[in-house]
């Protein structure tokens, strides 16, 4: 539903006068559908998923049915939230558009997810380790905060939607918000219970005498990072971030531009933890995929944060280039390798490579886009052909992604 919304926001870049057709639905009324649906949707719903699976006690006699009821609460503040935001009731800030009547409906089903959560993990507490039990307990303390702070953030009296005394995005707050992001990637094949890797060979004997590729690699292997270097390179990183000024600082400051290159060596050092671990056959390409895309997202993220080149892309669509690189690029190959993991099934046929390759058509015309856009900003006005062109091309490759996403809830369904 999020990428149908986004792909009748490309093609009204292209005919903006579609949008008559809908009024007062205006573009503006569908962008925060689209972006709110997109994070606390199809981003947010996987991760919900990992911790259901990770605290729910299939021994209890109800837990289908509470389960629903976690779902639904929270699919109900999604179309709440939508009918608020077509209805022009906002807060005007980025993801914290819950404004109004529907500001504590999220919230509200935050709750029923934390209830239902902290209730099982009660339940099961006489089958889990203590270890296993310790991490829950300090997971669910954390998340016990979260509906209170999103209520509260997303008042108006909180901060401006747009602070005058701010010039964006400073390396401090980049490197924090995605140090969190890293955390959780961290976690994932801790709840979602994932074996450590033991082979004795790098390969297996198959049937028919053919021999069968490794799941995994040994631990042995150098290239292989073992927990304790993961987590202890990520509380440095952490001690770094403290460390960096934060506030107005500049990104022509060198402790900002190397504070966030710092992110660039998160890649392989993941990459060596994430090999530690079993994964199933039908998420591994999606885990390959999601390395490519963060690898991408760091390097051109640093690049872009540079002095020089900052100031040609801030605000144009580079940044909305950058934005899917991280959305429709990363996160949704992580989020498969969640799916796939909690219930692995064969993807439909060439669906892989249909959203990989569009996804990749889709950034590179936004960011060829967002680079002549400062030289020629009254093109996008005019509406001159070679913006046309490549707004089609954006709208063609998602369009392409939203067939990839019809095939993809067809195939659940089956």
Known sequence: MANAVGVWLAAELVWPALGDALAPLSYGRWMPLHMNWQLYGWCALPLVGVLLAWCVDGRHPQVVGQVRVVLGAWSLALVLGGVAWLGGVTSGKLFLDWHGWARAVLPLAMIVLWTVCAAHAWWRRDVDSGRVKGLRGVI??????????????????????????????????????????????????????????????????????????????????????????????????????????????????????????????WVPLAWGYFRRFEWEAPARPWLYGAFVWWLLLVVTGWLSFLPGVSERLKFTNGLVAHAHLAMAGLVTSVNFVILRQLAPRREPRGNFALWQGACVVHVAALLALGWWERDYAGDLFRGETWTLVLYAV?????????????????????
């Open 140 to 265: 669910l303390a954390g998340l016990l905060f979260v509906p209170g702070l999103l209520y509260w953030s997303a008042g108006r009296e909180v901060y401006p939607s747009v602070n005058p005394d701010s010039g964006g995005a400073t390396g401090t707050s980049l490197l924090g918000s995605t140090l969190g992001i890293v955390t959780v990637f961290g976690l994932l094949p801790v709840m979602l219970r994932l074996p450590v890797c033991h082979l004795l060979s790098d390969k297996l004997p198959g049937e028919n005498g053919q021999e069968l590729k490794p799941i995994c690699h040994l631990i042995s292997d150098k290239r292989v990072w073992s927990a304790g270097w993961f987590w202890g390179a990520l509380a440095g990183s952490w001690v770094v971030f403290a460390g960096i000024d934060h506030g107005h600082a500049s990104h022509h400051g060198w402790a900002q531009v190397g504070g966030l290159g710092l992110l660039i060596g």
């Open 394 to 414: 954006r709208l063609a490759a998602g369009a392409v992604m939203l067939a990839a996403s019809v095939r993809w809830l067809a195939a659940g369904k089956a």
